[in-house]
Structure formats: C-alpha cells, structure tokens
C-alpha cells in the first residue's frame, strides 16, 4: 500500500478521498471531483533489444470549487492529506478571481440517471506479471532478429481506477485495463519499414504473434520502393489509414474535440457541417457515401469506452451518421435546455465505429479481395502528420507511412515510396468503391474501429522519400 | 506591491515598461536558489539515497533517481468572455532508473513518496531490468564520464518570480493587451491571450555520489488575433504572435516583450494575410524571416541530429532520422551550405531549455551540430554519447554527454530532450531587407510554420504572411500558399542568410497541448534557391 492506496485505486477508496475533501472545503458551495489512477507496465525494445522495461502510477486529481456561482480549479497528483487541503485551498482561492460570477445553482440532472456497463475490464491483463510482459516482448523481437532486422516496439499494459464525484451526490466509478502493443521493423539498409499495432482492454483479445509478423511482413515487402508519379489515385486504405485520415473531424488535436462537430457551430455558420441556410445545420442532409454510419456506443463490443464523461454525464449510444446522412452533432447542456427543450447534454467521446450497410448485393470482403477487384491502384498502411488545412472543408495534408506498395491487375506489384497526400475525408469518402471489414484500430486511449476502404481519385500530392 | 494601471501599460515607450517593472519586489537567483536548496534538503536526500542505495543493493551496475515538484499556473481569456481565471497545477513525482547486465528497468510514482516506497522503487526498477535481456543476450551499455556533483544547486535566473506576482497585475497585464489588440484595431473579430508559468524543482541523485537539486522557471504567453472578413473573398484570418512565445525566464519575460513595437504590425500581417493572389506553382528564391526559419530548424535538423532517434531507439514512438548512418556521416556529411552553422545549447540566457544540469546530472556541453554545414555532432545522453567513442576519439573530443537526457516529469522513463537550438548569424551584416533586396523574383516568407515526416526529411511550411518579391522590393500578398521541402536540399541552397543584429529567439514545444516541455530555437532570416511553392488546397 501506498499513501494508503493500492496500486489499482478501488471505488471505495475513491469515495475516502472524496469524504476527506469534502471535510476540507470551507464556504460550501459545490464540489467536484474527477480522479484517475493508472498503473503502467511498459516494456519497449529498439534494434532487436530490450531496451527499458518500467512500472509506473500515474494520478490525476482534478477539484472544482464553486461557491455562490464563482468557480475554481485545480489539477494535483497528492493524494496525501497536505497534498488534498492544499488543492482544495488552490481552487477556493481561484474562484476568488471570478469576479463575473453567474448566480447559478450547479445542477446535476443526471445525478441518478444510470449509465451503461459496458465490460473494460480483464483480470487476465491485470495479473499479467512484469516477467511475461517481457516473455512476450522477446517473443516479438524474434521473427525479425532472427531475419537479421531491427524489431522497435512497445508494449503496455494497464489498470486504470477512473471516477467522477461531486457534493451533489454523483458517483461514477470504472474499472479499466488497457493493453497497448505496437512493432515496427525496419530493415537495416532503411529502405524498408512495416508497421502492426492492435489496442484493448482485454489481453486475450491481443495478438502478438499477429502483429509481429504483419510488421516483418510488411517490412520485408516494402524494401526497395521505387517513385511512381503523383497524381489521383485509387486507394485502398487499410483500416488504420481511415482511421487516421478520419480522426480530424471529431477531434482537432491530441486530446481536444473538434469544436467544428458542435451544433452550435454549425448553426452559427463555421465548419463543415454549416449549411448554406442561415442558422441552420446538414443534419438530415446527405454528406458521406451511403454505405456508411458513424456510431458511438459504450456497449460496442470492439469499440466499447467509459461510458461517462470528465464531468459525469452518460454517454448516451448515437448514430451522428445513419446511411451517409448526418443524423446528430454533439451539443453540451445549456444548448440542450435553450434550444432542444431537452436537460441533457450529447457529448462526443471521440471514440467510434465506422461501419457499413451493404445494399444487397456486395460484401464486406477482405483486403486481399479488395486488391483483386483493383486494376491500379495503391495499398496504404497507415497516414502520419495529419494536419487540417481548411478547417470548413476539413481539407487535410499529411504523409503515407510503414508500407505503401502500387496494385497492378489485381496484384501487389512493388513497393513505392511514400507520398504526401492532400485529401478531406468527407470528399474521399464520398469517392467509395468498395469497403471492406472493420477491425479496431491503434489510437489509444479511444476505442475506434473502421473499415479497410477502397477510394477512388485520392490525391497523392507530391514524393515524399522518406522510409 | 502597488497595481500596474493598465492605462501607464499600453501608453507607448520605454517609460512605460520601465515603471512597469519597479513596483514589484525583484527576487534575486541566490534569494531563489536557498529556498530551493532549504526545500530539497534533508527529507529529499534521504529519500534520494533510500532508493539510490536499495537499487545498489538489488543489484544495479548504476542507478538514479529523480524528483520533481512542479507547480503551473494557466491563464486564457479571450476579450469579451468572462473575467480571466485562473487554472493550476502542482504535482509531484519521483523515479529511480536502475542499468543491471546492460538493461535498463525504472519505476515511477506521481504523488507524495515515503522512504518505504523509495525503497521499493529502487528494488522494482532493477527487478524490471532483471527481466529484460533478449534470450539470454544481454546489451553491452556503457555510459560516458561525468564529474560527480556532490551538491549542486541551480536557479534559473529571474528578476521577478511570476508566482510572486499579484492575480490583479496579472489581469491587468492580460487584459491591457486584448483590449489593446480589440479595440485599437477595428478588424479584430476577438483577441485571446495565454499565460503559461511552470516552476519545476528537480532533484537528481546517483550511485556515483551526485546529488543535484534545482529551481527552473518557464514563462510562457500566447497571444491570438482572428481578424473578421475580407469585404471582397469573405476569409477570415487567425494568427498566433511569435514575437511572445516561451522562455527560460520569469515575469520580466513577458514585461520586456516587444508588444508596443510589434503588435500593430501583428494585427496588420493578419489582416494582410486574407486577401491576396494566387500563388504561381514553381520553385522559387524565398526569403524566410527569422520565426520560419527557426521553424525549419525545429522540423528537420533538430530531431534528425538526436542521436538515439538516429540510432533508431525512437523508430516506433515518434520516427527515425535521415541522418540516418550517424558514425558514417560525422565529419564528411554535407546537411546545408557552409554558410551555416548550427549548435546545441543548453546554457543560453533564457533559453527554454537551459539547466544548471540535464536529467542525468550532466552538466551540458555547447555542441556544435553543424559546422560551415558539414554534419559534426548529435545531441547525446550519457548513454549515446558513448555510441560516438570512435568519433570522438578520432577528432581528440572527449567522449562526453551533450547533455540532452530529460523529460516531463519524474515517474516516467528518462528519455533524450530538445535542447536550445541556434542557427548562427552569418559573417556579413545582412537583414531581412538585404536578402529581399537582392532577390529578382521570388517570395518572402513572414511567421510560417514548418512541420516534417518521420524521418524530419520531408517537410512543408503554412500559416505566416507571403509576399510577392519582384526587382528587390516587396509586392503583392499571396494567399493560401504553402512551401515543400526536403530537408537536405533547403539546408544545402541557403545563399544567403542575417547577421547578429537580425538574431531571434523563439519559445517552442515539440509536445502536445499545454506540454510542459520547451525549448528555444534562435534563428536568423534566411534566403533559400529552388523551394516549391505550391497551393496550399490544390490536389493533384
């Protein structure tokens, strides 16, 4: 024990904490608490060896205090006595600065709304020890050595205690465990690179073996890429490249949503989901192909996330895309309550699925089969660097990587050097030909899924020689 | 301590600032330095030594451990939301790295430790090294020399501690320069501002004997414009100030700030910036400012010349290098044209980076990363330094860490940091006009940030303000330009680059949002043969 918590903080030593905090604030008012506690087993290796193996706790403590309308805050890591009143001091001291305070009573209408359960939690990953952590490192680093290639990677593994609460009587706790496992192997000449991750709170889910040899293979593929020319391409995306090419609508950088997918920034004009009527949205308008759906659920089984938000309201299961057709865009409480007549919020988690509806006749078929069905074309990995360069269009810049090999008749003919591509996604996935099966992909913390897609008139824009 | 009146603060001239620095108590560096050797003393040794010598006691070849106390304060306010309010942080973290057979194990904690839990750090980061050789292949480590610091103490230098100074002179500061930027200048839809303080209190113990403890201030501020639309396109246009970024110095940092001279041009290159004519696609002779050329600097030769990236220690986190045969290329590769000169620092006055010791109880070394734009070092560790033994013992260098070991906080992995980065003014006394001036046809190049690919070989560049240069002279803006590179090819056609007086210093992070990890990039103007002008949003 540590500080009187364990390794793995529990719902009961969460409301402790709580209780102490509460017995400290001074002038009542609200309170509000979000903590998380993490603990880490990381093993990463580079050029075929082991490199560092480490353990780590994270916490984060977040207090808000509001007294009388005027609200402050602070962020700690104590968990400790001295290290509690003093973070509670630090806020109560911050909203002293609010001097334009709004009379408002904090209210938590979803205070005894239930939230969903979904399962994120292994027990199988908790109790996995530092020793097989590295047994299973060694097992990765192996088919590439063996080959004489440089094997890098990383794997991590979690257990996560996360809670929101506040004087209002809001509880929220959930137990998760996180598994983290990436390889990229490089030949030793450098002109050749592959790339496998796959990400889950349940090791059982994890495999490495897989991801070991989908890296090797797709490095000893992709020696020697010769320059083909820029220009309008057929892609075939695999999942990870759509995810990554796709990301930027919903979130704007590493850990910020994208305020562009907030109906009240559409209705006000700005962004992509603007219509051209006055104060109006594209809800209801047609805006992707109509083959796909873009969905949040807690309870999705491959894409399944915590299902309460920082400041404890549910995440409620949503379709923002039903059939190509936004359907919804993502609203906090007070638009709710002035423009819906509704109390609650509905919040963008910014994980996701990327799914599709067949209509009828085809399938969702594999990579191989999508390479089949294509007479030129290219096979990309994953995209890097995705920057937003208009942000109405979502118009975005950014760099193929780890294996980008040209399809000739069907067939995998060469590999070919990396390209710097210009594309938005919701044009490239307006230009579908075919899409094939989703599978999670590696963007961790968020539980995302998507499918391989086959896209025409995807703009390679210029070389880019990089391995 | 007496109120700044923001009116005195945005009157115009040197006599404003001037008394707007002397109400406040100036805090000396020794005043500094024996509060933090007061803090760090006694219960930090003990716990230091507790898992330094638990480690020894497991076993480890060599071990350190660290501890951190950081505290935050951040501001942002944007002109006509609600009153500025301010957000904290204070944390604390520790971490023992422990080196057994070759492998490196660590164990971290955030929060508050006891000796007990030192003690099991220690222990658990040489049972992760335990762990760690590949079927029964062990890594031969060697780390290089460093003098054994029995207590040292280090303070960054500040004049006035930014966590001494009043919430009322810090709203006042902010809300003069947004009302200023607001309302003085009728384009301006709104204006946002953010201050950044971190105070960080490192502590660095070894089995060696080194116990280091250290004070390092960060003060960093953001200040925004978006300008409303252009009558005759509709564009609206955002810019960030690059004459304020971030620095290894406290409150006198953002005093000094050249925000009388510069904020005008500011809001009138933003304005400037939504309207203009299309670019003609070619390569062309640009003239980068200084800001677009520390940007460049940062994109490209900054990571490529980390040497453990290089190395390919990072290829599956953040990229590998271009640079990519380091012992290979040092002494013979040509990386840009002998008129630049390139170097590391960690020791620059107010320098983000700059440190009494890196995180290793390194005592940083000026390198010189470029010379006359030849490749002739890396940033190193203690670790990688000892990669380039052969180098260094061929050119009679001492085989020596630059320094460069560093990271967020104490409970994670030591890993290798930016250091301060200068590109060195050239022999000649050229300004920006000069380079413009002898340009026939071309563009230059004003604020434009520059980012590149995993291997920092191939890059591009956006934002910033783009004019026309026709004969020498200045002319038309140009909208929605974007300028492509490969780095060995921009570094190696510079013709012409500023002299000392046109040197500026940037506060940068290569991290995500609010990273508390700077570093400062000095860099001159610049002018480059055969860049790429493309349309920013045209497709193949």
């Given at each position: 024990m540590r500080g009187g918590i364990k390794d793995f903080i529990t719902a009961d030593e969460c409301k402790a904490i709580f209780s102490k905090i509460e017995s400290m604030v001074k002038g009542g008012g609200y309170t509000h608490v979000s903590l998380s506690v993490k603990r880490s087993g990381i093993t990463r290796w580079a050029r075929?060896?082991?490199?560092?193996?480490?353990?780590?706790?994270?916490?984060?403590?977040?207090?808000?205090?509001?007294?009388?309308?005027?609200?402050?805050?602070?962020?700690?890591?104590?968990?400790?006595?001295?290290?509690l009143l003093e973070a509670v001091r630090s806020a109560e001291s911050n909203l002293k600065e609010d001097r334009e305070r709004v009379e408002t009573e904090i209210k938590d209408p979803f205070v005894e709304e239930p939230i969903l359960k979904p399962r994120l939690w292994s027990d199988m990953t908790y109790s996995l020890t530092g020793a097989a952590r590295t047994d299973m490192a060694r097992n990765m680093i192996e088919p590439a050595e063996t080959r004489g290639l440089f094997s890098a990677g990383s794997l991590e593994i979690g257990a996560e205690g996360r809670t929101v609460m506040n004087s209002n009587g809001l509880f929220r706790y959930y137990p998760i465990t996180d598994v983290r496992c990436s390889v990229t192997v490089r030949n030793r000449q450098g002109t050749g690179s592959g790339w496998a991750a796959q990400h889950n709170y349940d090791l059982d889910r994890i495999d490495t073996a897989a991801i070991a040899?989908?890296?090797?293979?797709?490095?000893?593929?992709?020696?020697?890429?010769?320059?083909?020319?820029?220009?309008?391409?057929?892609?075939?995306?695999?999942?990870?490249?759509v995810g990554d090419l796709f990301t930027p609508v919903l979130m704007s950088a590493p850990g910020q949503e994208n305020i562009d997918f907030m109906r009240y920034r559409a209705e006000s004009g700005k962004g992509p989901f603007a219509s051209s009527r006055s104060g109006y949205s594209k809800i209801n308008e047609q805006i992707l192909d109509r083959r796909?759906?873009?969905?949040?659920?807690?309870?999705?089984?491959?894409?399944?996330?915590?299902?309460?938000?920082?400041?404890?309201?549910?995440?409620?299961?949503?379709?923002?895309?039903?059939?190509?057709?936004?359907?919804?865009?993502?609203?906090?409480?007070?638009?709710?309550l002035a423009k819906l007549g509704r109390a609650t919020a509905l919040l963008n988690s910014t994980s996701y699925r990327i799914g599709a509806e067949t209509t009828g006749k085809e399938s969702f078929v594999s990579v191989e089969d999508l390479i089949k069905s294509t007479e030129r074309g290219l096979l990309v990995t994953r995209l890097s660097n995705v920057q937003t360069v208009n942000s109405d269009s979502v118009l975005c810049t950014g760099y193929t990587r780890d294996g980008l090999w040209l399809i000739e008749k069907g067939k995998i003919t060469k590999p070919v050097k990396n390209f710097r591509f210009t594309e938005s996604p919701l044009f490239a996935l307006n230009n579908i030909e075919a899409i094939g099966v989703s599978e999670r992909?590696?963007?961790?913390?968020?539980?995302?899924?998507?499918p391989a897609i086959k896209i025409r008139d995807f703009s390679m824009t210029s070389l880019a020689d990089s391995v | 301590m007496s109120r700044i009146n923001r009116r005195r603060f945005i009157q115009k001239g040197t006599a404003a600032l001037a008394l707007a620095t002397v109400p406040f108590e100036s805090t000396r560096s020794e005043e500094l330095l024996e509060t933090a050797t007061r803090s760090n003393a006694g219960d930090t040794r003990t716990l230091a030594f507790a898992a330094v010598e638990a480690a020894k006691g497991a076993g480890a070849t060599y071990a350190d451990v660290s501890f951190r106390s950081t505290k935050r304060e951040i501001w942002h306010w944007w002109?006509?939301?609600?009153?500025?309010?301010?957000?904290?942080?204070?944390?604390?973290?520790?971490?023992?790295?422990?080196?057994?057979?070759?492998?490196?194990?660590?164990?971290?904690?955030?929060?508050?430790?006891?000796?007990?839990?030192m003690v099991r750090l220690g222990q658990d980061a040489v049972a992760q090294a335990k762990n760690s050789p590949v079927a029964g292949k062990y890594r031969s480590v060697e780390l290089a020399f460093v003098p054994v610091v029995s207590d040292g103490t280090w303070s960054t230098p500040v004049t006035i501690d930014p966590f001494i100074v009043s919430n009322d002179e810090k709203i006042d500061f902010i809300c003069a320069i947004t009302d200023y930027l607001g309302r003085e200048r009728v384009q301006v839809d709104f204006a946002g501002a953010g201050l950044y303080l971190i105070k960080d209190e490192h502590t660095f113990a070894s089995t060696e004997g080194s116990y280091i403890a250290q004070n390092l201030y960060t003060t960093s501020c953001d200040l925004y414009v978006t300008v409303e639309k252009h009558f005759l396109n509709e564009s609206r246009a955002s810019r960030k100030a690059n004459f304020i970024t971030a620095s290894g110095a406290g409150w006198e940092y953002v005093l000094n700030a050249p925000f009388q001279d510069k904020a005008s041009q500011f809001v009138e290159d933003t304005a400037r910036s939504r309207y203009g004519k299309p670019i003609n696609v070619g390569r062309y002779d640009i003239v980068f400012d200084a800001y677009s050329m520390a940007s460049i600097l940062d994109a490209t030769i900054?990571?490529?010349?980390?040497?453990?990236?290089?190395?390919?220690?990072?290829?599956?986190?953040?990229?590998t290098s271009f640079l990519s045969e380091p012992l290979e290329m040092l002494g013979a590769y040509r990386v840009g044209s002998p008129l630049i000169n390139i170097s590391a620092n960690r020791s620059m006055k107010d320098g983000a980076a700059t440190v009494g010791w890196d995180d290793e109880g390194v005592e940083p070394r000026d390198t010189a990363l470029v010379t006359q734009g030849i490749l002739t070092d890396f940033q190193t560790t203690r670790e990688s330094a000892s990669w380039m033994a052969p180098y260094y013992n061929n050119s009679g260098k001492t085989v020596r860490s630059g320094g460069c070991a560093g990271r967020?906080?104490?409970?994670?992995?030591?890993?290798?940091?930016?250091?301060?980065?200068?590109?060195?003014?050239?022999?000649?006394?050229?300004?920006?006009?000069?380079?413009?001036?002898?340009?026939?046809?071309?563009?230059?190049?004003?604020g434009s940030q520059a980012s590149a690919d995993t291997q920092a070989l191939n890059g591009s560049g956006r934002f910033g303000i783009v004019y026309e240069i026709r004969n020498g002279k200045l002319g038309d803006v140009v909208q929605g330009s974007t300028f492509l590179f490969r780095a060995p090819e921009l570094w190696r056609n510079i013709v012409g680059i500023g002299g000392n007086n046109t040197a500026e210093s940037f506060g940068l992070s290569r991290g995500g949002y609010w990273s508390e990890m700077y570093h400062t990039v000095s860099a001159v103007p610049a002018k480059v043969t055969g860049i790429a002008m493309v349309d920013t949003m045209r497709k193949a």
């Open positions: 075929s060896e082991m490199y560092v193996s480490a353990n780590t706790l994270a916490i984060n403590l977040y207090i808000l205090r509001n007294i009388g309308g005027a609200t402050g805050d602070i962020t700690t890591n104590r968990l400790d006595n001295a290290g040899n989908r890296a090797l293979d797709k490095c000893m593929k992709s020696g020697n890429p010769v320059a083909v020319e820029p220009g309008r391409y057929t892609v075939i995306l695999e999942p990870q490249a796909l759906t873009l969905s949040a659920d807690p309870m999705d089984p491959e894409a399944g996330f915590v299902p309460f938000s920082s400041c404890g309201e549910p995440y409620k299961p949503v379709k923002w895309i039903d059939k190509g057709v936004l359907r919804e865009l993502s609203y906090a409480r007070g638009y709710a992909i590696f963007n961790p913390p968020y539980a995302r899924v998507a | 002109a006509g939301t609600s009153y500025p309010v301010p957000r904290g942080v204070f944390a604390l973290s520790a971490g023992v790295r422990a080196l057994h057979n070759g492998c490196w194990g660590f164990a971290g904690i955030d929060g508050i430790a006891t000796v007990d839990d900054g990571p490529a010349t980390e040497l453990d990236r290089a190395f390919g220690y990072k290829a599956n986190e953040e990229g967020e906080k104490a409970s994670i992995p030591t890993s290798s940091c930016a250091p301060n980065l200068v590109l060195s003014p050239g022999k000649d006394n050229a300004t920006f006009q000069d380079l413009i001036a002898g340009t026939k046809r071309g563009y230059a190049v004003i």
